[in-house]
């Protein structure tokens, strides 16, 4: 039977070890050896008194620390964030822009007034209808269900009118509308494809061109 010489983790003495044996037990994890049953004990007194030595004295510290906290509490800076349409009422979540009250008016009254009321067929040569034949119109999966149609977009957004104050019918002009694919429309978001007084321009020129009289 073949032995080797291992050296005892408590002692240093080298003793005979039976290399099958030393195998079996470096598989199963064990990574110290004794000479004997003594020097197991001792060693393993040693670890097992380190080891409270150290729980003590984390807790300890956890205990100083407790303390020290419950006398010096943390005081939570609160960051006011005004809303970007009213700049008076305070908005509480961070990835909201606008307060409450504002929300409620631009979905209840004034996005409503700046959908697009006027018929394409009016102004044939101002759109591509040929991307509707292609693509036909969007509609959702509860009803045609063409997610890839085309959609009418302002060029000039209405986010960008609601917080600017834009009279809705400025928005809702023929000169705002384009037509594009859903997808683009989506991707685009809240963003205006024109400034302000570019939207003006093209209202003037449209309005000249068609004699519409805005009130």
Same mark, same amino acid.
């Given at each position: ?20 044996? !030393?195998?079996? +037990? ?7 050896? @004794? ?8 060693? *393993? %007194?040693? *670890? ?12 300890? !510290? ?9 006398? &010096?509490?943390? +005081?939570? *800076?609160?960051? $006011? ?13 961070? @990835? ?26 009016? @102004? ?6 040929? =991307? ?9 999966? /509860?009803?045609?269900? /063409? =997610? /890839?149609?085309?959609?009418?977009? &302002? ?17 809702? !002009? ?7 694919? +859903?997808?683009?429309? %989506? &991707? ?6 024109? *400034?302000?007084? +570019? ?5 003037? $020129? ?10």
């Amino acid at each position: 039977m073949t032995t080797i010489k291992i050296k005892c983790n408590c002692c240093g003495k080298k003793f005979d070890k039976l290399k099958s044996e !030393h195998d079996r +037990q470096l598989r199963k994890g064990q990574i110290k050896f @004794y000479c004997n049953s003594k020097c197991s004990a001792i060693d *393993t %007194q040693k *670890t097992g008194s380190k080891d409270r030595w150290n729980k003590n004295r984390i807790e300890k !510290h956890s205990r100083i620390m407790k303390e020290w906290y419950t006398k &010096h509490p943390k +005081q939570k *800076t609160i960051k $006011i964030r005004y809303c970007k349409n009213c700049k008076i009422e305070t908005v509480k979540k961070k @990835y909201k822009s606008i307060c409450d009250k504002c929300k409620f008016a631009y979905y209840k009254f004034y996005r409503p007034l700046c959908e697009f009321k006027f018929s394409l067929s009016n @102004y044939k040569k101002e759109f591509n209808f040929s =991307l509707i034949d292609k693509f036909g119109w969007y509609s959702p999966k /509860n009803k045609k269900n /063409n =997610l /890839n149609g085309i959609a009418r977009d &302002h060029l000039f957004s209405v986010n960008d009118g609601f917080l600017l104050k834009v009279d809705p019918k400025i928005i809702s !002009h023929p000169a705002n509308c384009r037509l594009v694919l +859903q997808k683009e429309n %989506q &991707h685009k978001r809240a963003k205006s494809e024109i *400034t302000l007084n +570019q939207l003006m321009n093209r209202i003037d $020129i449209w309005n000249k061109k068609y004699k519409i009289v805005m009130v």
